[in-house]
């Protein structure tokens, strides 16, 4: 199993990026399929899961209505659409995917917010 991710950058306040994590080696859909985050000198956070047959979403308060969440199954990827990002969006982010209560990581993809 690997997780891989890709997307991350520097930008401007106001920009967006969209970033992307191919999850190789498994052989069913996963169950759930996160992105986390993590800054420096503060404790990794979930921004976003979607999880379920149903594709059931939920978003940190800090990201609610600004980043988006999606799977392709077809491409066992994983997004996370990040819109008007803010200085406070600069860290690490992190693929995870969740299966048969196993979770496994990505190695990252680092967003730097700045003017």
């Known amino acids: 199993v690997q997780l891989v991710e890709s997307g991350g950058g520097l930008v401007h306040p106001g920009e967006s990026l969209n970033l992307s994590c191919v999850a190789s080696?498994?052989?069913?859909?996963?169950?759930?399929m996160y992105w986390h985050r993590q800054a420096p000198g503060k404790a990794r956070e979930l921004v976003a899961a979607i999880t379920g047959a149903d594709d059931s979403t939920r978003y940190a308060d800090s990201v609610q209505g600004r980043f988006l969440i999606s799977r392709d199954d077809a491409k066992y990827t994983v997004y996370l659409q990040m819109n008007n990002l803010q200085p406070e969006d600069t860290a690490m982010y992190y693929c995870?995917?969740?299966?048969?209560?196993?979770?496994?990581w990505g190695r990252g993809t680092r967003v730097t917010v700045s003017s």
């Open positions: 080696g498994f052989t069913n859909r996963p169950y759930g």
């Open positions: 995870k995917v969740q299966n048969y209560g196993v979770p496994y």
